[in-house]
């Protein structure tokens, strides 16, 4: 199955990026809307378990906020090529899926973004009980290459370009336990395996702001609906 999509957008400028009035930032701006434009080429294959997608998107009139954390507005087209590849496997009941996204953006004074993005989930599904209840148990994989990413500022609550500091370059595994009965979903996760091994690395989700070290989190979530 192959596709082609153009979609194009059209958004206002924000309150808060045209004026803001506090005692650390003032502005007082008239940027106008912003325009992108995203053409997807979709090839899709459902007897091999594969869908490859070929994103680009250009937008003008881009609004960021730069190395101050001042509100701008990009006078250059901002272009992002995104290749997007998931393949599934499946082999009784042992499910391995897959997704890569190679991107590139050449505009890196505006927008950064890592180069190469993955997740990864290796897990074992059965249903018991005369189909009734169904079960999972696996692993979660995520990384993506070192990139200098957005830093926070919490006057404004937006988040700013930045050189100083790279994020990522580090493996996130994560195991879980699900349990699911017709609405209902019961789950055990442990997040951030890998700092068991090394409890003094620390991760920076956004510079500046760590992420938490291994932690077990179990709930269940229950979907009430005639």
Same mark, same amino acid.
């Given at each position: ?17 045209n ?43 881009y ?41 590139k953006?050449?505009?890196? =004074?505006?927008? $950064? /973004?890592p180069?190469? %993005?993955?997740s990864? &989930? ?6 018991? #009980? ?67 091994? =090394?409890?003094? $690395? /620390?991760?920076?989700? %956004?510079?500046?702001? &760590? ?6 989190? #179990? ?8």
């Open positions: 199955h192959l596709s082609f999509e153009i979609s194009n957008n059209s958004t206002a400028p924000s309150i808060l990026q004026r803001y009035d506090g005692n650390n930032f003032a502005w007082n701006n008239s940027f106008s809307p912003t325009h992108s434009q995203m053409e997807t080429i979709e090839l899709f294959s459902k007897k091999i378990k594969t869908k490859l997608d070929l994103r680009v998107m250009n937008i003008s009139n609004i960021f906020y730069d190395s101050t954390a001042m509100p701008q507005q990009s006078g250059d087209l901002i272009k992002i090529i995104q290749l997007d590849l998931t393949k599934n496997f499946v082999w009784i009941h042992l499910h391995f899926n897959n997704r890569i996204i190679y991107q953006s050449y505009n890196t =004074n505006v927008v $950064h /973004v180069q190469v %993005v993955t990864n &989930s290796l897990f074992y599904e059965i249903y018991l #009980f005369k189909h009734n209840l169904q079960t999972e148990f696996g692993t979660d994989f995520h990384y993506n290459t070192a990139y200098y990413g957005d830093a926070y500022m919490p006057v404004t609550g937006q988040f700013f370009v930045q050189n100083d500091s790279k994020i990522g370059n580090y493996p996130l595994l994560d195991i879980f336990l699900n349990f699911r009965i017709r609405t209902a979903r019961l789950f055990v996760r442990g997040e951030n395996m890998l700092n068991t091994l =090394n409890p003094n $690395h /620390v991760y920076y989700l %956004v510079p500046n702001y &760590s992420m938490p070290g291994f932690v077990i989190k #179990f709930g269940v979530i229950w979907q009430f609906f005639d």
